[in-house]
């Protein structure tokens, strides 16, 4: 971490995203980015429901959006409290927000999970408890945007619950790319970190390899981004909510232009899952 995080500030500074979701973050990792100026920032330990341990942490940019609510729910049979689910190997949460477009008033649900990487049962029923919470905290049917590390490709059958009410940014955008996600610092090449959203238009889908300030790897995971159009209500059955659902321009979620190809590095042998930022 001490030789990737001067990386940090100039991608976000450069890429601009409204929201952001981090996978395996500790707190002090989570602080130095919330020292941004235009960034706040919500979430919780995934060991005791505060700081310690992982936080699947969301940021947003105060400049662009306000978080009216926001929480964390562990994925396991009993959600609400610290636990672990299933056969799963690691305490696993998903961290969720509402927001509101400062331009528009416009708003929409997003929430960002890290899904177990060795328990089958807890693979498939976190997917299940994500839709059903869902539904639960965003009862009036806002755009959805769910971005994580799911530790799988998304012909895993894990993700059935999910091909039912949401899509794929990666594979519906008009510009997109097919690059790799997890490289776990150019060992690994495998597609297992997605955005899946409904209720918005996908403008633009992409894997994040640039160099920043001479990081080759910002983490062992590539970040991704994509760029959506909001134009309503996710769920037509939904109650009828307060706001207006106007159309917004890519201006309202700024994206670069595709990256280039990954550079060479070399000095990440003796990391450790402690040390990364991203997973």
Known sequence: WPARRKSVKPLLTKENPTVIGLQEALSHQLNYISEMEDYD???????????????????WNTSQVSCDTSGTFWLSATPDKVSKGWDAGYMRTATWGEFTIKATKQKFFYLNTH???TGKLAQVQSMHLIK???KELNPYGFPVIITGDFNAELSHAMFEPFNEWLYDARSTAPVTDTRATYHGFGLYSTKIDHI??????????KTINKTYEGVTYISDHYPIAALFELTGSADPDAPQAPGNYGDLTEENFPCDDYNEPPQTGAGYEDMTEEDYLLQ
């Open 196 to 205: 899946f959203y409904t209720g918005l238009i996908p403008l633009e889908y």
């Open 132 to 134: 059903e919470k869902v």
């Open 41 to 59: 920032s919500y979430g919780l330990g995934r060991d005791d429901g505060k700081a310690s341990g992982e936080i699947m942490a969301i940021l």
């Open 115 to 117: 899904v177990d990487n």
